[in-house]
């Protein structure tokens, strides 16, 4: 077994930019940071023979970025005919106005502010380009705006921010809840089980080749987070500050901040559940 298939949901080393499947191509932006990893996951998706595209979350807004990704599509002999936003965090969707202005495209998402054109998005939608399909799954927790894409023909879903190619996301409170997430974890579990989801394409890092095995593992980190923030609760923690001190003690301080909104959504779950 290699060091990659050990780590959860088998990650795949190598180059991140390029296809990732038979019908996804990554085109990675050039905004790595501690919070983004190795930059945003800008997806081009479309059928093999077909010459239209749909691009999931441009990125920031970098000219260099987006007109790589819209040659990308040009260079496989595609027309970007589409754009869909995973969710409206700025790394994945401050570009998007710039790259429905390129491609003259309408761009489509679950938040109204964000859409360019007549048509959101919202459960039960399928999304049909040039005979692709892309069925839209809601996926609140991170934000209250979070969808994943799920990519039937090869069975993959392309999941933002929700669950990430390396490392856990941020429960970004107050907009994300901690019961909406881990409702949300549960459904994309119910994917890999019984739609026989096995790839995920993240907005961050490396495709992942065992959904199931990303999935549980990250139902299992956030029920010992929330363990160790209850924890840290009954000991004398009073404030979120504190409790990250205390639970987030081995991780890099620059995170801290994100791992405070974390702990937040935690400590209003314990609270409503009674618990704390």
């Known amino acids: 077994m290699t060091e ?14 390029g296809p990732a499947t038979a019908r996804a191509v990554n085109v990675l932006a050039p905004n790595a940071s501690a919070m983004t990893l190795d930059g945003t996951n800008t997806w081009i998706v479309s059928e093999p023979d077909s010459e239209l595209a749909v691009v999931v979350d441009p990125g920031p807004l970098d000219d260099v970025h987006l007109r790589h990704v819209v040659d990308t599509a040009a260079k496989a002999g595609k027309r970007v005919a589409l ?26 998402a679950l938040d109204p502010a964000l859409r360019l054109g007549d048509e959101g998005l919202g459960h039960g939608d399928v999304v049909s380009v040039g005979g692709l399909e892309l069925r839209v799954v809601p996926t609140p927790g991170h934000t209250a705006d979070s969808l994943c894409f799920h990519l039937p023909a090869d069975q993959a879903v392309l999941t933002g921010d929700t669950v990430l190619g390396r490392g856990t996301t941020v429960v970004a409170h107050p907009d994300g809840r901690l019961g909406d997430y881990l409702d949300t974890l549960r459904r994309l579990r119910s994917l890999t089980v019984d739609d026989g989801v096995h790839t995920v ?6 495709v992942l080749d065992d959904a199931q095995g990303a999935v549980e593992f990250y139902l299992a980190h956030r029920a010992h987070r929330l363990a160790q923030v209850e924890t840290a609760v009954e000991n004398g923690c009073t404030s979120p500050e504190d409790v990250v001190a205390r639970v987030y003690a081995d991780v890099d301080r620059s995170l801290w901040p994100a791992a405070e909104l974390s702990v937040r959504a935690q400590l209003e779950y314990l609270r409503e559940h009674g618990l704390i």
């Open 201 to 206: 394409l993240p907005g961050h890092g490396p």
């Open 4 to 17: 990659a298939a050990a780590l959860p949901g088998q990650p795949r080393g190598g180059v991140l930019s």
């Open 83 to 108: 754009t869909l936003l995973t969710h409206g965090h700025p790394d994945h969707a401050e570009g998007a106005g710039r790259f429905a202005e390129l491609t003259g495209t309408n761009v489509r």
